[in-house]
């Protein structure tokens, strides 16, 4: 069974940090480019970054472009999204996703969600 599992979600002051983890299990980790998406309520799906397969590119939002950091590592099937500097603006429901571009094997996942309540 194909499972991503968010979890390091919670309730920060503006200013803090957190860390978000996505364990992924049931598919071949390493074929997979990793992906944090978030949802806040009344707002579209915003991408916040992208790893490729071997975590030697990344890619980042404008809205997160240097506070957040997106890391993965492949012995432990799990990517992580480092946010620092956090601000209100940033609550939402974050989602970790999974996509294969292979031929041989063409795959989409994602997570539950994890909430991240930016607050005072």
């Known amino acids: 069974q194909v499972q991503l599992v968010e979890s390091g979600g919670g309730l920060v002051q503006p200013g803090g940090s957190l860390r978000l983890s996505c364990a992924a299990s049931?598919?071949?980790?390493?074929?997979?480019?990793m992906s944090w998406y978030r949802q806040a309520p009344g707002k579209e799906r915003e991408l916040v970054a992208t790893?490729?397969?071997?975590?030697?590119?990344?890619a980042y939002g404008d809205s997160v472009k240097g506070r957040f950091t997106i890391s993965r590592d492949n012995a432990k099937n799990t990517v992580y999204l480092q946010m620092n500097s956090l601000k209100p603006d940033d609550t939402a429901a974050y989602y970790c996703?999974?996509?294969?571009?292979?031929?041989?094997?063409?795959?989409?996942?994602w997570g539950q969600g994890t909430q991240v309540t930016v607050s005072s």
């Open positions: 790893i490729a397969r071997d975590g030697t590119n990344t």
């Open positions: 996703q999974a996509r294969g571009i292979a031929p041989a094997w063409r795959f989409e996942y």
């Open positions: 049931g598919f071949t980790f390493s074929n997979a480019i």
